[in-house]
C-alpha cells in the first residue's frame, strides 16, 4: 500500500481513544466485562456512546474485529441521534478506535481515512495547535477506566476531575467523579491506604440529578459506613420505589440491607436483580456472602435446621465458582469459595481452592496477604491446626506492603504463640517465631528479647544468632 505503515504508526499513536489509554486485558475478565456491559445498555439511558465504544474494544481484545465494527456503527448512530449538532467534536474516540482496529486488521487505507477524520476535525475544532482536550473526551477516558477495575480508580479520578475544569456542574461528569472518589475509598480501607472521603462529592452529585439511582445508593452505603445509616436507608427506600427494576440500583440496595443485618430483606432483592441480569458477576458474589451470612444464623438457633443449611451451603458454592468462573481476577472471592466449602465440611476441596489462587503470578500483595489471612484462619478454626495456622499468617505477614490483612495476620500469629509458650511448652522454635513475628511486626525490641531467651534454649542455633546480630546493629 502507498501508505508507511510506520507513520500511520505514529499518528495512531497521538489518537485520544480505547487503544491509546494503556486498558490492559489482564485486569479483567473480558467475558464478565462484555456482560456488563451488555446489561449497561439494556438498563441504563444515556451512555450508549461511551457503551457501544468500550464494547467495541472488549470484542477487538476477544479477537472479534467484525463484532468491534459493527459496535463502532452504533456508536455512531447513537451520535447522530443524541448530538446531530457537534458530529465531529462528539466522534473522536469512536474514529480513533476505528482507525486503530482497521490497523490491525491491516485495512491501512482506511485506518489512514479515519485518522485524517480526527486530525482535521481536532483543526478545526482547537483555535490553538496542540493537543485536544474535550471535556466528554475525558469523561469517555474516566468511564473507561472504572470499567477495568481498580488499578484504574485514580486515573479515573484524574479524567472526572479534568473534565469538571471545563463543566462543574455537569451531572454526569459529577456521578463519575463521585463513583470514582467511592470506589477509592473502599480500597483504601481494604488494603490500609490513606484514605480522602468520597462524602461530599456522592452529596453534590446526587444533588445534581436527584434520579440517578446509584450515586443515591451509593451515597446510602457511605452513610452507613459513616453509622448515619437510618439517613442512608431514606435514599435506599427512594430509589425502590423510583427504580424498582433497575439491577445497578438494587445490587447496591441488597448490600445496605446486608450491612444492616437484615439477609432475608438482601436475598430477596438480589434474587430480584438476578432475574434481571443473570449474568451479573457482582450479584453471584453478594448472593455468595448473603448465603454465608444465613447460614451462620441458622447454626447459632437451637435446632439446627441441617437440611436447609446444606441447600445454602450448595447454593453458596454455586455463586461462588460461577464469580471467578467468569471473572478469574476477582481474589477475593477465592477465599469466599473456599470458607464455604469450610462451611460443608469439604475442607480438601477448599485446601484445593486456597492452593491454586496463591499460586497465582498475577495475585497482587494485598489480596495475597488476605488470602492467606483466610488460609490462616482456615487451618485454626476448621482444621484445628495452630501450627500450620501460624506458618500461613507469617506467609502474610513476610510481604511487606502494609494492610489490613497484614495487620491482621501478624496480630494472629502473635496471639497463637503467646498462647502456645503461656502452655508451658518451653520450645525454642516457638519462642525463635514469636521472634520473627515480632521483627516483621517492627517490635524491635520485643523480638531481641525472644530471640534471647530463645538462644537461652538453643545456643548453637545458626538463625537465631544471625537474626539477633542483625536486630542488635539495627538499632
Not at 311 to 333: D, M, R, W
Not at 375 to 391: E, L, P, T, V
Request: charged residues 25%.
Amino acid at each position: 500500500s502507498t501508505i508507511s505503515k510506520d507513520s500511520l504508526k505514529t499518528s495512531l499513536q497521538q489518537l485520544e481513544c480505547h487503544f491509546t489509554w494503556n486498558l490492559l486485558e489482564e485486569h479483567v475478565g473480558l467475558e464478565a466485562l462484555e456482560e456488563t456491559i451488555l446489561d449497561h445498555i439494556k438498563f441504563v439511558v444515556g451512555y450508549d456512546i461511551t457503551d457501544y465504544n468500550i464494547l467495541s474494544y472488549v470484542y477487538y481484545l476477544k479477537n472479534s474485529n467484525e463484532k468491534a465494527l459493527r459496535n463502532l456503527q452504533k456508536a455512531e448512530e447513537a451520535i447522530q441521534k443524541h448530538h446531530p449538532g457537534e458530529i465531529a467534536r462528539r466522534s473522536l474516540v469512536t474514529w480513533g478506535n476505528y482507525a486503530w482496529i482497521y490497523y490491525h486488521m491491516q485495512r491501512y487505507e482506511e485506518a489512514q481515512t479515519y485518522v485524517s477524520k480526527v486530525e482535521n476535525s481536532c483543526k478545526k475544532l482547537s483555535s490553538a495547535h496542540g493537543k485536544i482536550q474535550l471535556p466528554e473526551v475525558y469523561a469517555e477516558q474516566g468511564w473507561a477506566f472504572l470499567r477495568f477495575g481498580r488499578n484504574y480508580f485514580a486515573s479515573a479520578k484524574n479524567c472526572f476531575e479534568n473534565a469538571l475544569k471545563s463543566e462543574p456542574n455537569n451531572p454526569d461528569f459529577n456521578a463519575g467523579y463521585a463513583i470514582a472518589m467511592y470506589r477509592l475509598e473502599y480500597l483504601a480501607s481494604r488494603f490500609g491506604d490513606e484514605k480522602a472521603s468520597c462524602l461530599k462529592a456522592l452529596q453534590r452529585a446526587a444533588e445534581l440529578d436527584p434520579n440517578n439511582t446509584t450515586v443515591a445508593a451509593l451515597l446510602a452505603l457511605e452513610l452507613q459506613q459513616l453509622n448515619r445509616g437510618n439517613e442512608g436507608e431514606k435514599y435506599i427506600e427512594e430509589g425502590l420505589k423510583k427504580t424498582p427494576d433497575f439491577p445497578i440500583f438494587l445490587r447496591y440496595a441488597a448490600n445496605f440491607y446486608r450491612k444492616k443485618g437484615d439477609v432475608d430483606k438482601a436475598l430477596e432483592i438480589l434474587k430480584k436483580a438476578l432475574a434481571l441480569t443473570p449474568n451479573s458477576v457482582f450479584l453471584h458474589h453478594q448472593l455468595g456472602l448473603s448465603y454465608k451470612v444465613k447460614i451462620y444464623e441458622l447454626k447459632q438457633e437451637r435446632y439446627t435446621p441441617r437440611e436447609e443449611v446444606e441447600n445454602l451451603i450448595q447454593l453458596g458454592i454455586f455463586h461462588l465458582k460461577t464469580v471467578i468462573h467468569k471473572k478469574p481476577v476477582f481474589f477475593s472471592a477465592y477465599s469466599d469459595l473456599a470458607m464455604m466449602y469450610a462451611q460443608g465440611e469439604r475442607y480438601e476441596e477448599a485446601e484445593e481452592i486456597f492452593h491454586e489462587v496463591l499460586q497465582r503470578k498475577d495475585l497482587p500483595c494485598g489480596d495475597k496477604q488476605e488470602i492467606y489471612l483466610h488460609y490462616g484462619n482456615f487451618q485454626r478454626f476448621n482444621m484445628r491446626s495452630d501450627s500450620k495456622a501460624i506458618k500461613c499468617y507469617i506467609e502474610g505477614l513476610k510481604i511487606e506492603k502494609d494492610s489490613y490483612g497484614r495487620k491482621k495476620c501478624g496480630e494472629a500469629a502473635e496471639t497463637l504463640l503467646k498462647q502456645k509458650i503461656k502452655r508451658g511448652l518451653r520450645d525454642a522454635t516457638d519462642i525463635g517465631t514469636l521472634g520473627l513475628v515480632h521483627n516483621l511486626n517492627g517490635k524491635k525490641q520485643e523480638a531481641i528479647e525472644c530471640y534471647e531467651k530463645a538462644i537461652a534454649l538453643d545456643p548453637y542455633n545458626e538463625e537465631y544468632l544471625n537474626a539477633l546480630s542483625e536486630l542488635q546493629l539495627s538499632i
